[in-house]
């Protein structure tokens, strides 16, 4: 008897990191559809089993009704989150059994998850090291906080991804329009964006599978190379570590929100004091989870295994010093810092350094490619042929 293929579903926005979840999914012999909005890179994977498209996410209705269907039309084995927004838009939907294929954390928990200023109380009650922090009760006190703090300045909004609601803010001139800026964005009512002193130093990522705070599995990686340039939160080139004192701050914060399912932190360690200062939690998904497989750790398998109920012992290892590029991001970086060409190139040519990208599976990459020749020799603008397959700009 030939056993069925596991069936997973993978949700995101426009389905960028779904392209590496899939190939990992599918190396595994699942088949891996997405429910994505139109353009989304990941569809033109050949990993891609199914697209389910999704109406657009800005009719919340529309969208929660298109999300349920798919759902309920297929048992999935697996269900994975790449975006916090869609996390939220899902949560009313999750008590249907058609949701048994996703592990998230107890209700209570994930409601701290998704608000930084919450994440943030959580794990100095867990005796982690935060960076100083205040929420401004108007703005009248925007300019003492921030004159507190020392420029620059970090805002930071309660929600959102991926430097999405970041602002470093070095004059105070710009801090009241860059502060409404992101109180224009809250999603969540009644919140403000805090902010935060800024911190030199060398950025870190732990991500893994948890069961009620208990790390299953885990990775983790130092950030060489950052966008935006030089501060920002998106890894563009990292190298995996085995950092003691970093897992162990970054369990406290799993433990302390009674983590389960796929998650993830991001640190960075104080040139001055020289600890690591806990910036926040994703509970999700997140993008650079292909390094993952590079450093030899499988997290779908033993995730699926736990919406079966089969019982997974912890196996924290993984392979140090696996050097990683994530190609979008590099495009994304050589527009803002054209020099950056020449390095660019080197680690396309250095084996050690290991890519996202796969000439076996090139198709989501190809629309960027194009705007990397476009930024290598500007004159040619001719228009590429490989936007018809429904790139969108990153």
């Not at 190139?345 to 000439?359: E, Q």
């Not at 290598?376 to 429904?390: E, Y």
């Amino acid at each position: 008897m030939v056993e069925a293929k596991a069936q997973v579903l993978i949700l995101d926005k426009r389905a960028v990191m779904a392209t590496e979840v899939c190939r990992a999914l599918a190396a595994q012999g699942c088949e891996a559809d997405i429910f994505a909005c139109a353009g989304s890179p990941a569809f033109r994977s050949r990993s891609c089993h199914e697209q389910l498209l999704a109406p657009p996410f800005d009719n919340a209705r529309l969208y929660r009704e298109a999300l349920g269907a798919a759902v309920r039309g297929k048992p999935y084995d697996a269900i994975f989150v790449c975006h916090e927004e869609v996390l939220a838009r899902l949560l009313p939907l999750r008590r249907n059994r058609s949701w048994r294929g996703l592990l998230l954390p107890p209700p209570a928990s994930l409601k701290i998850a998704l608000s930084k200023n919450a994440a943030l109380s959580l794990a100095l009650w867990a005796g982690v090291a935060t960076p100083r922090t205040a929420i401004p009760a108007d703005d009248d006190d925007l300019s003492p906080v921030a004159r507190e703090l020392g420029w620059p300045v970090v805002a930071k909004s309660d929600v959102g991804e991926s430097g999405e609601g970041v602002r470093i803010i070095r004059r105070e001139e710009d801090l009241a329009a860059q502060y409404r800026e992101l109180m224009r964005g809250q999603a969540r009512a009644r919140s403000r964006p805090a902010l935060q002193e800024f911190i030199r130093g060398s950025a870190f990522s732990v991500g893994g599978l948890f069961l009620n705070g208990r790390p299953l599995r885990v990775v983790a990686h130092r950030k060489l190379l950052r966008y935006p340039h030089p501060w920002g939160g998106l890894t563009v080139k990292g190298v995996t570590e085995d950092c003691p004192e970093l897992l162990r701050e970054a369990f406290k914060v799993f433990e302390a929100i009674e983590y389960t399912g796929l998650g993830h932190v991001e640190f960075i360690r104080d040139e001055r004091d020289g600890r690591f200062k806990f910036l926040e939690i994703n509970p999700r998904l997140w993008g650079t989870i292909g390094v993952a497989r590079l450093a030899g750790v499988d997290l779908f398998t033993p995730y699926r295994q736990l919406v079966k109920g089969i019982e997974v012992e912890p196996d924290l290892r993984y392979r140090v010093g696996v050097r990683f590029h994530r190609i979008l991001r590099e495009v994304r970086l050589m527009r803002q810092r054209p020099w950056r060409v020449a390095g660019f190139v080197k680690d396309v040519l250095d084996p050690r350094v290991r890519s996202d990208f796969a000439w076996s599976d090139p198709g989501p990459h190809l629309p960027s490619l194009y705007r990397l020749r476009r930024l290598l020799w500007p004159g040619n603008q001719r228009p590429a042929p490989m936007l018809s397959l429904g790139g969108q700009p990153d």
